[in-house]
Protein backbone atom coordinates (compact mmCIF):
# COMPACT_ATOMS: atom_id res chain seq x y z
CA UNK A 1 0.00 0.00 0.00
CA UNK A 2 1.34 3.66 -0.62
CA UNK A 3 1.28 6.57 1.06
CA UNK A 4 2.88 9.88 1.32
CA UNK A 5 6.17 7.97 2.27
CA UNK A 6 6.48 6.23 -0.94
CA UNK A 7 7.35 9.97 -2.27
CA UNK A 8 10.43 11.84 -0.81
CA UNK A 9 9.31 14.64 1.61
CA UNK A 10 11.87 17.04 -0.32
CA UNK A 11 10.29 16.28 -3.40
CA UNK A 12 6.89 17.06 -2.41
CA UNK A 13 7.94 20.55 -1.03
CA UNK A 14 9.25 21.45 -4.42
CA UNK A 15 6.35 20.65 -6.42
CA UNK A 16 4.20 22.62 -3.73
CA UNK A 17 6.28 25.00 -4.28
CA UNK A 18 6.93 25.15 -8.32
CA UNK A 19 3.19 24.90 -8.89
CA UNK A 20 1.11 28.06 -9.19
CA UNK A 21 -2.47 27.55 -7.58
CA UNK A 22 -3.79 30.66 -9.47
CA UNK A 23 -2.84 29.16 -12.78
CA UNK A 24 -4.01 25.43 -11.61
CA UNK A 25 -7.57 26.22 -10.82
CA UNK A 26 -7.71 28.99 -13.59
CA UNK A 27 -7.43 25.44 -15.83
CA UNK A 28 -10.15 24.59 -14.47
CA UNK A 29 -12.74 27.01 -13.51
CA UNK A 30 -12.19 30.96 -14.47
CA UNK A 31 -10.94 33.58 -12.07
CA UNK A 32 -10.56 37.25 -12.14
CA UNK A 33 -8.22 39.31 -10.17
CA UNK A 34 -10.05 41.43 -7.80
CA UNK A 35 -8.01 43.44 -5.03
CA UNK A 36 -4.75 41.09 -4.06
CA UNK A 37 -6.27 37.89 -4.88
CA UNK A 38 -8.20 36.00 -7.84
CA UNK A 39 -11.91 35.26 -7.49
CA UNK A 40 -14.61 32.56 -9.25
CA UNK A 41 -17.52 30.60 -8.96
CA UNK A 42 -17.40 27.91 -6.18
CA UNK A 43 -16.27 24.46 -7.50
CA UNK A 44 -17.73 22.66 -4.52
CA UNK A 45 -21.47 24.55 -3.82
CA UNK A 46 -23.69 26.93 -5.33
CA UNK A 47 -22.93 30.49 -4.26
CA UNK A 48 -25.21 32.00 -6.91
CA UNK A 49 -24.29 35.36 -8.67
CA UNK A 50 -21.64 36.39 -6.29
CA UNK A 51 -18.56 34.52 -6.66
CA UNK A 52 -17.39 33.43 -2.58
CA UNK A 53 -14.39 31.42 -4.00
CA UNK A 54 -10.83 33.22 -3.40
CA UNK A 55 -7.71 32.28 -4.28
CA UNK A 56 -4.49 34.22 -2.82
CA UNK A 57 -1.33 33.95 -4.81
CA UNK A 58 0.19 35.50 -2.53
CA UNK A 59 -0.24 32.21 0.18
CA UNK A 60 -1.00 29.96 -2.32
CA UNK A 61 -4.15 28.80 -0.89
CA UNK A 62 -7.72 28.93 -1.57
CA UNK A 63 -10.93 29.72 0.31
CA UNK A 64 -14.85 29.76 -0.18
CA UNK A 65 -16.39 31.99 1.86
CA UNK A 66 -19.63 30.07 1.36
CA UNK A 67 -19.11 26.18 2.37
CA UNK A 68 -15.38 27.02 3.70
CA UNK A 69 -13.37 24.80 1.30
CA UNK A 70 -10.13 25.60 1.93
CA UNK A 71 -6.90 23.89 0.54
CA UNK A 72 -3.64 24.63 -1.76
CA UNK A 73 -2.79 22.82 -4.57
CA UNK A 74 -2.82 19.34 -3.61
CA UNK A 75 -6.00 19.57 -1.99
CA UNK A 76 -7.69 21.41 -5.09
CA UNK A 77 -7.14 18.42 -7.46
CA UNK A 78 -8.40 15.92 -4.40
CA UNK A 79 -11.54 18.05 -3.75
CA UNK A 80 -12.15 18.93 -7.07
CA UNK A 81 -10.75 15.72 -9.31
CA UNK A 82 -11.29 13.00 -6.84
CA UNK A 83 -7.50 12.10 -6.45
CA UNK A 84 -5.65 10.77 -4.08
CA UNK A 85 -2.58 12.34 -2.30
CA UNK A 86 -0.29 9.94 -4.62
CA UNK A 87 -2.56 10.60 -8.15
CA UNK A 88 -2.58 14.65 -7.05
CA UNK A 89 1.51 14.56 -6.87
CA UNK A 90 1.38 12.53 -10.43
CA UNK A 91 -0.61 15.29 -12.01
CA UNK A 92 1.10 17.90 -10.88
CA UNK A 93 4.86 16.04 -11.64
CA UNK A 94 3.17 15.93 -14.94
CA UNK A 95 1.81 19.57 -15.25
CA UNK A 96 5.49 20.05 -14.36
CA UNK A 97 7.20 18.04 -16.89
CA UNK A 98 8.55 16.44 -13.80
CA UNK A 99 9.71 12.17 -13.38
CA UNK A 100 8.18 11.44 -9.46
CA UNK A 101 11.15 9.76 -8.12
CA UNK A 102 9.03 7.15 -6.30
CA UNK A 103 11.16 5.29 -3.01
CA UNK A 104 9.42 2.45 -4.26
CA UNK A 105 10.07 0.55 -6.93
CA UNK A 106 6.43 1.43 -8.94
CA UNK A 107 3.87 3.89 -8.98
CA UNK A 108 0.99 3.26 -7.07
CA UNK A 109 -1.12 3.98 -10.17
CA UNK A 110 0.69 1.14 -11.97
CA UNK A 111 -0.03 -0.74 -9.34
CA UNK A 112 -3.95 0.18 -9.40
CA UNK A 113 -4.13 0.28 -13.42
CA UNK A 114 -4.30 -3.34 -14.00
CA UNK A 115 -7.33 -3.31 -11.38
CA UNK A 116 -9.19 -0.12 -13.23
CA UNK A 117 -8.46 -2.31 -16.38
CA UNK A 118 -9.98 -5.78 -15.15
CA UNK A 119 -12.69 -4.26 -13.71
CA UNK A 120 -13.71 -2.17 -16.83
CA UNK A 121 -13.31 -5.53 -18.83
CA UNK A 122 -15.73 -7.21 -16.42
CA UNK A 123 -17.75 -4.54 -16.72
CA UNK A 124 -18.39 -4.59 -20.46
CA UNK A 125 -18.73 -8.15 -20.14
CA UNK A 126 -21.46 -8.05 -17.65
CA UNK A 127 -23.29 -5.26 -19.85
CA UNK A 128 -23.09 -7.53 -23.04
CA UNK A 129 -24.21 -10.09 -20.84
CA UNK A 130 -27.27 -8.58 -20.24
CA UNK A 131 -28.24 -7.11 -23.05
CA UNK A 132 -27.46 -10.42 -25.91
CA UNK A 133 -27.50 -13.41 -23.91
CA UNK A 134 -29.98 -15.59 -24.20
CA UNK A 135 -29.70 -16.78 -20.09
CA UNK A 136 -30.07 -13.10 -19.34
CA UNK A 137 -33.86 -12.96 -20.36
CA UNK A 138 -35.67 -13.38 -16.84
CA UNK A 139 -32.95 -10.31 -15.98
CA UNK A 140 -34.07 -8.24 -18.38
CA UNK A 141 -37.61 -9.18 -17.86
CA UNK A 142 -37.12 -8.45 -14.35
CA UNK A 143 -35.60 -4.81 -14.89
CA UNK A 144 -37.80 -4.17 -17.88
CA UNK A 145 -41.44 -5.36 -16.62
CA UNK A 146 -41.02 -5.36 -12.73
CA UNK A 147 -39.12 -2.84 -11.90
CA UNK A 148 -40.16 -0.57 -14.81
CA UNK A 149 -36.27 0.33 -15.64
CA UNK A 150 -35.59 1.38 -19.54
CA UNK A 151 -32.71 0.50 -21.67
CA UNK A 152 -31.22 4.03 -21.72
CA UNK A 153 -31.69 4.65 -17.90
CA UNK A 154 -29.87 0.44 -18.29
CA UNK A 155 -26.86 1.72 -19.90
CA UNK A 156 -26.29 5.18 -18.29
CA UNK A 157 -25.29 2.77 -14.88
CA UNK A 158 -23.96 -0.12 -17.31
CA UNK A 159 -26.26 -2.70 -15.82
CA UNK A 160 -25.14 -5.88 -16.12
CA UNK A 161 -25.68 -9.73 -15.78
CA UNK A 162 -23.39 -12.22 -14.11
CA UNK A 163 -24.26 -15.81 -15.86
CA UNK A 164 -25.11 -18.71 -13.93
CA UNK A 165 -21.53 -20.21 -14.18
CA UNK A 166 -18.30 -21.24 -11.87
CA UNK A 167 -15.70 -19.64 -13.72
CA UNK A 168 -16.98 -18.11 -17.00
CA UNK A 169 -15.83 -14.23 -16.10
CA UNK A 170 -12.90 -15.64 -14.97
CA UNK A 171 -11.40 -18.20 -18.09
CA UNK A 172 -12.48 -14.97 -20.42
CA UNK A 173 -10.39 -12.10 -18.48
CA UNK A 174 -7.50 -14.86 -18.69
CA UNK A 175 -7.94 -15.39 -22.36
CA UNK A 176 -7.94 -11.36 -23.01
CA UNK A 177 -4.10 -11.62 -20.76
CA UNK A 178 -5.44 -10.58 -17.28
CA UNK A 179 -3.74 -12.14 -15.03
CA UNK A 180 -4.70 -14.58 -12.01
CA UNK A 181 -3.41 -11.47 -9.32
CA UNK A 182 -5.24 -9.29 -10.75
CA UNK A 183 -8.43 -10.86 -10.86
CA UNK A 184 -8.23 -11.89 -7.41
CA UNK A 185 -6.74 -8.17 -6.51
CA UNK A 186 -10.20 -6.91 -7.88
CA UNK A 187 -12.45 -9.09 -5.95
CA UNK A 188 -13.73 -11.23 -9.53
CA UNK A 189 -12.38 -14.44 -8.72
CA UNK A 190 -11.40 -16.85 -5.51
CA UNK A 191 -9.25 -19.90 -5.27
CA UNK A 192 -11.21 -23.17 -4.28
CA UNK A 193 -9.39 -25.47 -2.12
CA UNK A 194 -8.11 -26.92 -5.47
CA UNK A 195 -6.72 -23.63 -6.16
CA UNK A 196 -8.38 -23.19 -9.37
CA UNK A 197 -10.35 -19.60 -9.70
CA UNK A 198 -13.79 -19.28 -9.63
CA UNK A 199 -16.24 -16.17 -10.46
CA UNK A 200 -16.96 -13.94 -7.03
CA UNK A 201 -20.49 -12.86 -9.26
CA UNK A 202 -22.95 -16.09 -10.22
CA UNK A 203 -26.93 -15.71 -11.37
CA UNK A 204 -26.83 -11.89 -10.46
CA UNK A 205 -27.83 -8.83 -11.79
CA UNK A 206 -24.93 -6.40 -11.42
CA UNK A 207 -24.53 -2.91 -10.83
CA UNK A 208 -20.91 -1.50 -11.65
CA UNK A 209 -19.85 0.92 -8.71
CA UNK A 210 -18.53 4.02 -10.13
CA UNK A 211 -15.71 6.17 -8.60
CA UNK A 212 -15.95 9.90 -8.49
CA UNK A 213 -13.88 9.70 -11.99
CA UNK A 214 -16.46 7.56 -13.59
CA UNK A 215 -13.81 4.29 -13.33
CA UNK A 216 -14.98 0.80 -12.07
CA UNK A 217 -14.15 -0.06 -8.82
CA UNK A 218 -16.34 -2.41 -7.49
CA UNK A 219 -19.65 -3.92 -8.33
CA UNK A 220 -22.72 -4.95 -6.18
CA UNK A 221 -25.19 -8.05 -7.13
CA UNK A 222 -28.33 -8.79 -6.24
CA UNK A 223 -29.56 -12.72 -6.61
CA UNK A 224 -32.38 -13.72 -8.98
CA UNK A 225 -33.40 -17.11 -7.55
CA UNK A 226 -34.77 -15.86 -4.22
CA UNK A 227 -33.50 -19.01 -2.42
CA UNK A 228 -29.83 -17.80 -3.08
CA UNK A 229 -28.06 -15.92 -0.63
CA UNK A 230 -26.78 -13.65 0.49
CA UNK A 231 -29.89 -10.93 -1.52
CA UNK A 232 -26.79 -8.59 -2.47
CA UNK A 233 -23.67 -9.07 -2.16
CA UNK A 234 -20.75 -6.40 -3.01
CA UNK A 235 -16.91 -6.33 -4.38
CA UNK A 236 -14.45 -6.86 -0.86
CA UNK A 237 -12.39 -4.12 0.16
CA UNK A 238 -9.48 -3.68 -2.46
CA UNK A 239 -6.55 -1.33 -3.13
CA UNK A 240 -9.55 0.62 -5.43
CA UNK A 241 -12.39 -0.09 -3.40
CA UNK A 242 -13.59 0.19 0.13
CA UNK A 243 -17.19 0.44 0.49
CA UNK A 244 -17.42 2.95 3.12
CA UNK A 245 -15.84 5.91 0.89
CA UNK A 246 -18.22 5.49 -2.17
CA UNK A 247 -21.51 6.36 -2.93
CA UNK A 248 -23.68 4.65 -5.41
CA UNK A 249 -24.78 6.92 -8.18
CA UNK A 250 -22.86 10.24 -6.96
CA UNK A 251 -20.69 9.78 -10.61
CA UNK A 252 -23.62 10.07 -12.23
CA UNK A 253 -25.73 13.05 -10.46
CA UNK A 254 -22.73 14.99 -10.39
CA UNK A 255 -22.90 14.89 -14.25
CA UNK A 256 -25.84 17.67 -13.20
CA UNK A 257 -23.51 19.14 -10.90
CA UNK A 258 -24.51 22.73 -11.46
CA UNK A 259 -28.25 21.86 -11.31
CA UNK A 260 -27.47 20.15 -7.94
CA UNK A 261 -29.35 21.88 -5.42
CA UNK A 262 -29.98 18.67 -2.92
CA UNK A 263 -29.16 15.12 -2.81
CA UNK A 264 -31.51 12.35 -1.96
CA UNK A 265 -29.55 9.41 -0.04
CA UNK A 266 -31.44 6.15 -0.02
CA UNK A 267 -30.45 2.41 0.82
CA UNK A 268 -30.68 0.46 -2.40
CA UNK A 269 -28.95 0.70 -5.53
CA UNK A 270 -32.59 0.37 -7.60
CA UNK A 271 -33.75 3.39 -5.66
CA UNK A 272 -30.96 5.69 -6.98
CA UNK A 273 -31.82 4.17 -10.22
CA UNK A 274 -36.01 4.65 -10.06
CA UNK A 275 -35.52 8.00 -8.82
CA UNK A 276 -33.69 8.94 -11.89
CA UNK A 277 -35.75 6.75 -13.84
CA UNK A 278 -38.47 9.30 -13.30
CA UNK A 279 -36.38 12.60 -13.89
CA UNK A 280 -34.61 12.96 -10.48
CA UNK A 281 -31.00 12.56 -11.62
CA UNK A 282 -30.15 13.49 -7.79
CA UNK A 283 -29.82 10.34 -5.59
CA UNK A 284 -27.40 8.54 -4.08
CA UNK A 285 -27.10 5.21 -2.08
CA UNK A 286 -25.08 3.52 0.56
CA UNK A 287 -23.28 0.40 -0.39
CA UNK A 288 -25.40 -1.82 2.28
CA UNK A 289 -23.62 0.27 5.08
CA UNK A 290 -25.31 2.57 7.49
CA UNK A 291 -24.15 6.38 6.41
CA UNK A 292 -20.57 7.11 8.24
CA UNK A 293 -19.42 11.01 8.16
CA UNK A 294 -17.29 10.02 5.30
CA UNK A 295 -20.44 9.80 3.40
CA UNK A 296 -21.67 13.37 4.89
CA UNK A 297 -18.96 15.31 4.50
CA UNK A 298 -18.52 14.23 1.02
CA UNK A 299 -21.82 15.23 0.08
CA UNK A 300 -21.83 19.04 2.03
CA UNK A 301 -18.82 19.50 -0.52
CA UNK A 302 -21.19 18.64 -3.54
CA UNK A 303 -24.46 20.36 -1.86
CA UNK A 304 -26.62 22.37 0.84
CA UNK A 305 -29.52 20.28 1.25
CA UNK A 306 -29.47 15.92 2.25
CA UNK A 307 -32.75 14.30 2.46
CA UNK A 308 -32.66 10.88 3.57
CA UNK A 309 -35.18 8.48 2.99
CA UNK A 310 -36.20 5.85 5.64
CA UNK A 311 -38.30 3.12 6.07
CA UNK A 312 -40.80 4.10 8.66
CA UNK A 313 -40.60 0.87 10.61
CA UNK A 314 -38.30 0.69 13.47
CA UNK A 315 -35.60 -0.22 11.65
CA UNK A 316 -35.53 2.39 9.27
CA UNK A 317 -35.74 5.12 12.83
CA UNK A 318 -33.08 3.58 14.27
CA UNK A 319 -31.02 3.84 10.80
CA UNK A 320 -32.49 7.35 10.74
CA UNK A 321 -30.89 7.99 14.28
CA UNK A 322 -27.31 6.62 13.22
CA UNK A 323 -27.54 9.12 10.70
CA UNK A 324 -28.28 12.06 12.32
CA UNK A 325 -25.52 11.11 14.57
CA UNK A 326 -22.80 10.98 12.14
CA UNK A 327 -24.10 14.56 10.83
CA UNK A 328 -23.91 16.22 13.83
CA UNK A 329 -20.19 16.52 13.55
CA UNK A 330 -19.88 18.19 10.00
CA UNK A 331 -23.31 20.21 10.03
CA UNK A 332 -22.67 23.95 9.53
CA UNK A 333 -24.76 26.74 8.91
CA UNK A 334 -26.37 27.06 6.08
CA UNK A 335 -26.95 23.01 5.35
CA UNK A 336 -30.34 21.51 5.83
CA UNK A 337 -30.61 18.12 6.70
CA UNK A 338 -33.84 15.93 6.19
CA UNK A 339 -35.36 12.95 6.92
CA UNK A 340 -38.11 11.53 4.83
CA UNK A 341 -39.92 8.13 6.67
CA UNK A 342 -41.35 6.44 4.30
CA UNK A 343 -44.72 4.32 5.18
CA UNK A 344 -44.26 1.41 6.38
CA UNK A 345 -43.40 -1.59 3.47
CA UNK A 346 -42.42 1.19 0.64
CA UNK A 347 -39.72 2.45 -0.64
CA UNK A 348 -38.63 5.34 -2.70
CA UNK A 349 -39.10 2.85 -6.17
CA UNK A 350 -42.27 1.69 -5.41
CA UNK A 351 -43.53 5.11 -4.03
CA UNK A 352 -42.65 6.11 -7.78
CA UNK A 353 -45.09 3.48 -9.06
CA UNK A 354 -47.79 4.54 -6.91
CA UNK A 355 -47.61 8.00 -7.20
CA UNK A 356 -46.20 10.45 -8.98
CA UNK A 357 -42.74 12.60 -9.09
CA UNK A 358 -44.65 15.87 -7.47
CA UNK A 359 -46.20 13.87 -4.92
CA UNK A 360 -42.62 12.47 -3.74
CA UNK A 361 -41.53 15.89 -3.69
CA UNK A 362 -44.25 17.53 -1.91
CA UNK A 363 -43.15 14.56 1.10
CA UNK A 364 -40.07 15.30 0.88
CA UNK A 365 -40.49 18.74 1.25
CA UNK A 366 -43.27 17.86 4.29
CA UNK A 367 -40.47 15.94 5.84
CA UNK A 368 -38.73 16.61 9.44
CA UNK A 369 -35.82 18.98 9.72
CA UNK A 370 -32.95 17.69 11.72
CA UNK A 371 -33.66 20.13 14.41
CA UNK A 372 -37.25 18.82 14.43
CA UNK A 373 -36.41 14.86 14.35
CA UNK A 374 -33.90 15.43 17.24
CA UNK A 375 -36.29 17.64 19.45
CA UNK A 376 -38.58 14.84 18.44
CA UNK A 377 -36.37 12.04 19.50
CA UNK A 378 -35.57 14.10 22.65
CA UNK A 379 -39.04 14.39 23.88
CA UNK A 380 -40.16 11.12 23.27
CA UNK A 381 -37.56 9.96 25.83
CA UNK A 382 -38.46 13.11 28.40
CA UNK A 383 -42.06 11.85 29.05
CA UNK A 384 -39.76 9.49 31.20
CA UNK A 385 -40.13 11.60 34.71
CA UNK A 386 -37.63 10.69 37.32
CA UNK A 387 -34.52 13.56 38.04
CA UNK A 388 -32.24 10.21 37.46
CA UNK A 389 -33.75 9.83 33.60
CA UNK A 390 -33.52 13.42 32.46
CA UNK A 391 -29.80 13.56 34.32
CA UNK A 392 -29.23 10.54 31.78
CA UNK A 393 -31.08 12.20 29.05
CA UNK A 394 -28.95 15.60 29.23
CA UNK A 395 -25.64 13.54 29.39
CA UNK A 396 -26.21 11.74 26.10
CA UNK A 397 -27.76 14.89 24.47
CA UNK A 398 -24.61 17.11 25.10
CA UNK A 399 -22.13 14.31 24.76
CA UNK A 400 -24.17 14.45 21.09
CA UNK A 401 -24.01 17.69 20.64
CA UNK A 402 -20.32 18.47 21.75
CA UNK A 403 -19.41 16.54 18.41
CA UNK A 404 -21.04 19.81 16.16
CA UNK A 405 -18.94 22.70 15.11
CA UNK A 406 -19.79 26.32 16.45
CA UNK A 407 -23.26 27.28 14.85
CA UNK A 408 -26.35 28.82 15.17
CA UNK A 409 -27.96 25.28 14.89
CA UNK A 410 -25.93 23.92 17.93
CA UNK A 411 -27.27 27.00 20.04
CA UNK A 412 -30.84 26.18 19.26
CA UNK A 413 -30.29 22.77 19.78
CA UNK A 414 -28.85 23.21 23.31
CA UNK A 415 -31.31 25.78 24.26
CA UNK A 416 -34.11 22.79 23.46
CA UNK A 417 -32.12 20.04 25.15
CA UNK A 418 -32.65 22.75 28.19
CA UNK A 419 -35.81 23.56 28.01
CA UNK A 420 -36.89 19.41 27.78
CA UNK A 421 -34.69 18.65 30.68
CA UNK A 422 -35.57 21.71 32.87
CA UNK A 423 -31.58 22.36 33.13
CA UNK A 424 -30.25 25.98 32.86
CA UNK A 425 -27.57 25.73 29.97
CA UNK A 426 -24.76 26.79 32.14
CA UNK A 427 -25.94 23.56 34.10
CA UNK A 428 -25.89 21.76 30.99
CA UNK A 429 -22.44 22.66 29.80
CA UNK A 430 -20.92 22.25 32.92
CA UNK A 431 -22.17 18.80 33.55
CA UNK A 432 -20.94 18.02 30.16
CA UNK A 433 -17.14 18.97 30.77
CA UNK A 434 -14.87 16.87 33.02
CA UNK A 435 -11.70 17.84 34.65
CA UNK A 436 -9.31 15.46 36.80
CA UNK A 437 -6.73 16.52 39.34
CA UNK A 438 -3.80 16.96 39.83
CA UNK A 439 -3.59 17.16 35.75
CA UNK A 440 -5.51 17.08 33.29
CA UNK A 441 -6.68 13.46 31.67
CA UNK A 442 -6.57 13.17 27.46
CA UNK A 443 -6.63 10.34 25.47
CA UNK A 444 -4.34 9.13 22.98
CA UNK A 445 -6.76 8.21 20.41
CA UNK A 446 -4.37 8.13 17.79
CA UNK A 447 -3.53 4.42 17.44
CA UNK A 448 -7.24 3.76 18.47
CA UNK A 449 -8.83 3.91 15.29
CA UNK A 450 -11.15 6.06 16.97
CA UNK A 451 -12.32 9.29 14.58
CA UNK A 452 -11.97 12.29 16.79
CA UNK A 453 -13.99 15.15 15.80
CA UNK A 454 -12.53 18.53 15.99
CA UNK A 455 -15.06 21.54 17.00
CA UNK A 456 -12.78 24.85 16.51
CA UNK A 457 -13.31 27.81 18.66
CA UNK A 458 -12.71 30.55 16.34
CA UNK A 459 -12.72 33.64 18.90
CA UNK A 460 -10.64 31.51 21.69
CA UNK A 461 -7.28 32.29 22.63
CA UNK A 462 -5.75 29.58 20.36
CA UNK A 463 -7.18 30.69 17.57
CA UNK A 464 -5.84 34.11 18.06
CA UNK A 465 -2.36 33.12 18.13
CA UNK A 466 -3.09 30.62 15.68
CA UNK A 467 -3.85 33.65 13.49
CA UNK A 468 -0.87 35.92 14.13
CA UNK A 469 1.88 33.33 13.77
CA UNK A 470 -0.11 32.37 10.32
CA UNK A 471 0.11 36.15 9.48
CA UNK A 472 4.46 36.24 10.87
CA UNK A 473 5.72 32.60 10.45
CA UNK A 474 8.50 33.91 12.27
CA UNK A 475 6.98 34.45 15.58
CA UNK A 476 6.79 30.79 16.09
CA UNK A 477 10.36 31.38 17.22
CA UNK A 478 9.13 33.58 20.26
CA UNK A 479 7.24 31.10 21.86
CA UNK A 480 9.34 29.24 24.04
CA UNK A 481 7.22 27.42 26.63
CA UNK A 482 5.22 25.31 23.66
CA UNK A 483 4.98 21.98 25.94
CA UNK A 484 2.97 23.60 28.37
CA UNK A 485 -0.02 23.67 25.87
CA UNK A 486 0.23 19.62 25.85
CA UNK A 487 -2.25 19.58 28.57
CA UNK A 488 -5.08 21.69 26.64
CA UNK A 489 -7.77 19.79 24.81
CA UNK A 490 -8.90 22.74 22.89
CA UNK A 491 -8.48 21.98 19.44
CA UNK A 492 -7.63 25.06 18.33
CA UNK A 493 -4.65 25.23 20.83
CA UNK A 494 -3.23 21.58 19.61
CA UNK A 495 -3.32 23.33 15.68
CA UNK A 496 -1.48 26.08 17.30
CA UNK A 497 0.70 23.76 18.84
CA UNK A 498 1.42 22.05 15.67
CA UNK A 499 1.24 24.77 13.95
CA UNK A 500 4.22 26.82 15.46
CA UNK A 501 6.22 23.21 15.61
CA UNK A 502 5.64 23.43 12.19
CA UNK A 503 6.88 26.56 11.86
CA UNK A 504 10.20 26.33 14.05
CA UNK A 505 11.42 22.97 12.41
CA UNK A 506 10.82 24.58 8.84
CA UNK A 507 11.59 28.30 8.85
CA UNK A 508 11.86 28.24 5.14
CA UNK A 509 8.06 26.99 4.22
CA UNK A 510 4.97 28.94 3.74
CA UNK A 511 1.49 27.86 4.74
CA UNK A 512 0.88 26.23 1.25
CA UNK A 513 3.70 23.35 2.36
CA UNK A 514 1.92 23.92 5.99
CA UNK A 515 -1.54 23.24 4.84
CA UNK A 516 -0.27 19.54 2.92
CA UNK A 517 0.60 18.15 6.22
CA UNK A 518 -2.69 18.95 7.92
CA UNK A 519 -5.92 17.06 8.17
CA UNK A 520 -9.08 18.52 6.19
CA UNK A 521 -10.64 19.81 8.98
CA UNK A 522 -7.79 22.23 10.53
CA UNK A 523 -6.92 23.09 6.69
CA UNK A 524 -10.24 24.34 6.47
CA UNK A 525 -10.09 26.07 9.75
CA UNK A 526 -6.67 27.62 8.80
CA UNK A 527 -8.09 29.06 5.90
CA UNK A 528 -10.89 30.35 7.37
CA UNK A 529 -8.92 32.38 9.90
CA UNK A 530 -6.82 33.92 7.19
CA UNK A 531 -9.69 34.57 5.27
CA UNK A 532 -11.77 36.04 7.68
CA UNK A 533 -9.82 37.75 10.60
CA UNK A 534 -8.22 41.06 10.02
CA UNK A 535 -4.38 40.70 10.42
CA UNK A 536 -2.66 42.62 13.25
CA UNK A 537 0.06 45.26 12.03
CA UNK A 538 2.78 43.57 12.61
CA UNK A 539 4.70 46.66 14.76
CA UNK A 540 2.43 44.95 17.41
CA UNK A 541 2.23 41.60 17.04
CA UNK A 542 4.91 39.98 19.05
CA UNK A 543 3.33 42.27 22.32
CA UNK A 544 -0.33 40.96 20.80
CA UNK A 545 1.45 37.48 20.85
CA UNK A 546 2.83 37.78 24.53
CA UNK A 547 -0.61 39.07 25.67
CA UNK A 548 -2.51 36.10 24.23
CA UNK A 549 -0.30 33.70 25.36
CA UNK A 550 0.13 34.92 28.99
CA UNK A 551 -3.63 34.89 29.30
CA UNK A 552 -3.89 31.37 27.68
CA UNK A 553 -1.78 30.07 30.36
CA UNK A 554 -3.68 31.17 32.91
CA UNK A 555 -7.05 30.19 31.22
CA UNK A 556 -6.13 27.21 32.20
CA UNK A 557 -7.55 26.02 35.58
CA UNK A 558 -5.80 22.84 35.86
CA UNK A 559 -2.48 23.71 35.05
CA UNK A 560 -3.01 27.30 36.98
CA UNK A 561 -4.07 25.91 40.07
CA UNK A 562 -1.20 23.37 40.03
CA UNK A 563 1.42 26.58 39.77
CA UNK A 564 -0.64 28.25 42.24
CA UNK A 565 -0.61 25.43 44.84
CA UNK A 566 3.38 25.03 44.19
CA UNK A 567 3.93 28.73 44.87
CA UNK A 568 1.21 28.61 47.72
CA UNK A 569 3.38 25.48 49.40
CA UNK A 570 6.19 27.52 48.98
CA UNK A 571 4.99 30.01 50.89
CA UNK A 572 4.84 32.62 48.56
CA UNK A 573 1.21 33.22 47.68
CA UNK A 574 0.56 37.17 46.89
CA UNK A 575 -2.79 38.34 47.40
CA UNK A 576 -3.76 38.82 43.70
CA UNK A 577 -2.30 34.95 43.34
CA UNK A 578 -4.94 33.55 46.89
CA UNK A 579 -7.58 35.43 45.27
CA UNK A 580 -6.85 33.84 41.39
CA UNK A 581 -6.49 30.47 42.97
CA UNK A 582 -9.95 30.74 45.16
CA UNK A 583 -11.75 31.43 41.66
CA UNK A 584 -10.12 28.47 40.25
CA UNK A 585 -10.94 26.49 42.74
CA UNK A 586 -14.58 27.41 43.15
CA UNK A 587 -15.19 27.80 39.41
CA UNK A 588 -14.49 23.58 39.57
CA UNK A 589 -16.32 23.25 43.11
CA UNK A 590 -18.74 20.38 41.81
CA UNK A 591 -15.28 18.31 40.31
CA UNK A 592 -12.78 18.87 43.31
CA UNK A 593 -11.40 16.08 45.02
CA UNK A 594 -10.49 16.08 48.87
CA UNK A 595 -7.04 17.89 49.00
CA UNK A 596 -8.31 20.72 46.90
CA UNK A 597 -11.44 21.05 48.92
CA UNK A 598 -9.43 21.20 52.21
CA UNK A 599 -6.93 24.00 50.09
CA UNK A 600 -10.02 26.38 49.42
CA UNK A 601 -11.00 25.77 52.92
CA UNK A 602 -8.11 27.34 54.47
CA UNK A 603 -7.73 29.60 51.76
CA UNK A 604 -11.32 31.10 52.79
CA UNK A 605 -10.04 30.71 56.41
CA UNK A 606 -7.01 33.11 55.65
CA UNK A 607 -8.69 35.62 54.11
CA UNK A 608 -11.69 35.89 56.33
Not at 4 to 30: K, N
Not at 67 to 76: L, T
Not at 240 to 265: C, D, H, M, T, W
Request: net charge negative; hydrophobic share 35%; aromatic share 10%.
Amino acid sequence: KFSAGSIPQEFIRDIIDSTDIVSLIDSYLPLKRRGKDHWGQCPFCDDGKNPSFSVSEQKQFYFCFKCRASGNVIGFLQHHQGFDFIESIEALAARSGMEVPYENTSSPSQDKDPLYEVLKAAAVFFEKNLADSNKASHVREYILKQRKISGDVCKKFSLGYASKSWDELSILMLEKGFSEEALLKAGLSKRNKDNKLFDVFRDRLIFPIKDRKGRVVGFGGRVMNPDDQPKYLNTGETSVFQKSRELYGLFEALEFRKELNKIYVVEGYMDSIALYEHGMKNSVATLGIATNRFHIQKLLQIVDEIIFCFDGDDAGRGAAWGALKNVLPSIIDGAEIRFLFLPEGEDPASLLEKYSVEKFKEMSEDSSLLSEYFIERLTQASELTSIEQKASLASKAMELLSTMQESSLKKLLEGQVSKVTGLTLDDLKTQSKTVSYPQRARKDLSNSGVEVQKTFESSGLGSKILSVVLSYPYLANEIEDLEIFDNFNEPEVQLMSQVVKFFKDRPKEGISNLLSTLDKESASFIGALLSLNDVVEEQNCKDYLQDCLLKLRKSDSVTRIIELKEIFENGSLSEDETFELQQHLLSNIHKLEEPEKNLLRELSHKSS
